[in-house]
């Protein structure tokens, strides 16, 4: 459920929230923001492949712990699949890995406009692989407004993300 829409600008301070973009999103970043962006390779355990490697199906586990020596998950009470409660996978085993390249910079938030949207579900069509929907430009700001947000809400809309975003400069994450 979408209620949240920040403006964040680019910043040289490296102690600030470092924001990633991948897919469509960094090319998007790459294309509409006129400061460099930092390539990273980033690496996370695929625990899809780790389940099936244990013959169990991912999807049917939620996370339940972590500790410096392994990360727990426990059977969902809404899955029907035979299997262990529970499952532990060991820091000391070898666990699949899958590796990706991401682009990024850092930020600061520069306005934050909440819970003023038509349709909270919107984002079901539109998320990204992040869960979130990031726009680079004033065009697909105005048409998020006319579509999402509510007329009686277009003014502060206007005030509070049109007015403070800056093309080239800042993009909108709506999550």
Known sequence: MASEIYIFQSTDNKS????????????GALVHLKVPLIEKKDSYIDWTKAFQEKGLTYSDYEWAYSTETETAFTRKASSSATGPQDICFSTSEPLPMTSRHLFGLHTQEVSCYRKSLLDNDFLSA????????????KLQLDSFMHTYVNKANHERFIREVMDVFQEGQTFAWVC
């Not at 600030?16 to 090319?27: I, N, Q, S, Y």
């Not at 998320?127 to 430009?137: C, K, Q, R, V």
């Open 16 to 27: 600030k929230l470092f924001h990633t973009f991948e897919g469509r999103t960094a090319f």
């Open 126 to 137: 539109h998320e990204e692989p992040d869960g979130a929907l990031t726009m680079f430009t």
